[in-house]
């Protein structure tokens, strides 16, 4: 399923016609997960009286499963009900996307959406840096720079709820038996994002979240020190041998293989799933998660959580 929209915006300065945000958005899903594509150009008035076009850059986002989406049709409807038009800033999870311009496309590992008076800003980031932004707009018109409006808002929100609402009932009528997740005594942190993905079958989803989970506890509990830095890189610093905030083992052999085995969960388990997306056909490791496999993720997650439990406690 795929539901495509224009949703421009004419600029009028002194009731003079002074420019077009030409902004299109594609949503939808297939048998990988939910993506959405946005894409677009600015159009104004020449020196010559002609019609100048300006090309921008299109941003393309997708990730297994809906979870994603469904935190995006959350902030959607958050920044309706504001009143104020106050700016609402949201990294929506770690999606799968590519930033593409003219000729080229670059991978991105970032993706933050930020809602504000103009619109629904897309900012797309690859290594810390800002490749690029997209704006779709909040209305149809822009008067004298005041918003005339909120209905694009309610456009985006609209076509994001039918992508929802259609993927779940598809995947219900395929699914011939309801899957529960099999413990009750997990972190309850774990248990709740991850249920959903795993009870609908989105085994992949619900493993990579598993691992999410952990990154973002340790990133909680590393303090100021450690803010920039992610993945790997987060582990080697927190269980560091060399005194790291979360260290854990009686010996340097241990501390370790304590830090080894949290570096590895992310780099051998959550950047596979993060970054690629699933491809049955391809057969490559982790394309083809199953329920018992996504279970085990998730237990292994657990496990990490305790630990990193013990290394808060270690004093």
């Known amino acids: 399923m795929e539901l495509s929209e224009r949703l421009n915006r004419e600029k009028y300065q002194s009731g003079e016609w002074a420019g077009e945000n030409v902004a299109r958005v594609d949503i939808g899903y297939d048998e990988g997960g939910a993506y959405l594509l946005t894409q677009g150009r600015y159009k104004k008035e020449s020196y010559h009286g002609g019609i100048k076009s300006k090309r921008e850059s299109t941003i393309f986002i997708y990730s297994d499963g809906i979870n994603w989406l469904q935190e995006f049709e959350q902030v959607l409807i958050e920044a309706r009900n504001n009143d104020t038009n106050a700016s609402i800033n949201k990294h929506i999870q770690d999606l799968n996307g590519q930033f593409r311009q003219k000729d080229s496309e670059t991978e991105l590992d970032k993706i933050i959406v930020d809602i504000n008076s103009s619109g629904v800003h897309l900012l797309a980031f690859q290594d810390g840096d800002l490749l690029g932004t997209r704006l779709i707009p909040r209305t149809e018109r822009l008067e004298d720079g005041e918003e005339k409006g909120n209905d694009h808002l309610k456009t985006l929100q609209s076509l994001v709820s039918q992508v929802i609402d259609s993927y779940k009932e598809n995947h219900k009528n395929n699914s011939s038996e309801e899957v529960q997740l099999p413990f009750k005594h997990i972190d309850e942190e774990l248990k709740a994002r991850c249920s959903p993905s795993f009870e609908s079958g989105q085994y992949a989803d619900a493993a990579e979240t598993a691992i999410q989970i952990v990154e973002e506890r340790v990133d909680e509990l590393t303090g100021e020190e450690f803010t920039d830095q992610y993945g790997k890189a987060l582990m080697e ?69 305790q630990l990193i439990k013990e290394g808060v406690n270690k004093d």
């Open 237 to 305: 610093h927190a269980f560091s041998p060399n005194n790291g905030p979360l260290t854990l083992g009686e010996s340097d052999n241990e501390q370790t293989g304590v830090m080894l085995l949290f570096s590895g969960s992310i780099q051998g388990l959550f950047n596979p799933l993060k970054h690629r997306k699933q491809n049955p056909d391809k057969n490559r490791y982790l394309d083809n998660i199953d329920q018992r496999q996504s279970q085990n993720i998730i237990f292994l997650s657990d496990l990490l959580l």
